[in-house]
């Protein structure tokens, strides 16, 4: 019998989603996951041919999911990215795309019945204990099958879906600022860097631009000559902040990594002009081992709460906070490879910020009996 898997596109990655219930068919523990969808998605082979892997950080995403009716959210989930040309499974990242694809599988497949208007699918992510929520137009009840709603770096349409993140922050690390400061000082091959480390959405630690080397008025290179810097600072941020031990080996997604500069006019990855109007602030981020194609949800949500710590490396870029006074949403506009997305910044009465919400759209693409090796080979 084969895992019985759904592809979904959530905003601009695609995702393997697994009932619990079936992945348990193949893997008993939650040990055994890793092992599992190593072998489904081919991740050994940098083409992942023989799996269902796409090849790329932003289509070797899966997402295990456990129904809770009754409990803190509506669902459980462990997201998984899985490696490209390595068997190795990480567990410790979170990823708001397909957060996005599993509010709509949630309604889709019935988890969360259908409302009159909206229905809200709130998620746990189990690895962080982040609670999120997805509110899917569901008009008169309607379950939708597509939509027309479009976000930067797909022209693919979706059905529309406004993914929310809420605090409180600081679930992987215990605090918003793990180290207390909005800026510490990296030692990086040799050379100091001001880093602004956050855990919100995702831990991430963020660079100026300049002094990392990266000219942020193009975004069409590669990185290549930067990127052993990027990942070394990933590295050593991931020490600071509490997210490995000096004897464990870096990780390739967990923090996330990236650089910001001041808005400005810059080319995007297709080539297009994109004005200095049009955005606050330029951030161009890792996924895994190369840049990322537009930015992931959780690093947007990072980038937003760092902007809203005064004299932090986001803040000095964008000059501005996002927070204009409590209860008031503000939209901070971040320029990015793919083009400009917006996040809604919702503060507290204390003025602290309490929500970050994000547009997004998704779709249904195929369910599928995959075909993996047998448990024991699996651990062999």
Sequence with gaps: ????????????????????????????????????????????????????????????????????????????????????????????????????????????????????????????????????????????????????????????????????FHGPWGQNTGALLPTGNPVEQLQVNGRTLDATMVDAGAPAVLLAADQAGVDLSSMTDNLAAQLPDLIAARASAGLIMGLRKPEDPPQNAVPKVGVVAPAGDYTAADGTTISAGSHDVRVRMLSMLAPHPAIGLTSAVAVALAASQPSSVVAAAAGQSPSTGTGTPRLLRVGTPAGVITAEIITDDTGAVSEVALHRAARHIATADIDVAPAAELSA
């Design 1 to 164: 019998m084969g895992l019985k898997g759904h592809w979904y596109r959530g905003g601009t990655s695609k995702c393997w989603l697994f009932d619990a219930r079936d992945v348990a068919l193949h893997a008993p523990t939650r040990e055994d996951i890793p092992a599992l969808l190593s072998a489904a998605f081919g991740a050994a082979d940098a083409r992942q041919l023989d799996g269902v892997g796409g090849g790329t950080s932003t289509t070797s995403k899966a997402a295990v999911i456990w129904a809770t009716p009754g409990g803190e959210a509506d669902l459980d989930y462990l997201f998984a990215q899985v490696g490209i040309g390595d068997p190795t499974v990480e567990l410790g990242s979170n990823c708001g795309n397909c957060a996005t694809a599993i509010a709509l599988f949630a309604v889709q497949t019935g988890i969360v019945p259908a409302r009159d208007g909206m229905t809200k699918v709130r998620m746990r992510h189990v690895t962080s204990g982040a609670v999120l929520s997805g509110a899917v137009p569901t008009p008169r009840g309607r379950i939708p099958k597509s939509g027309l709603a479009r976000v930067p770096g797909s022209s693919a349409a979706g059905v529309p879906v406004s993914l929310s």
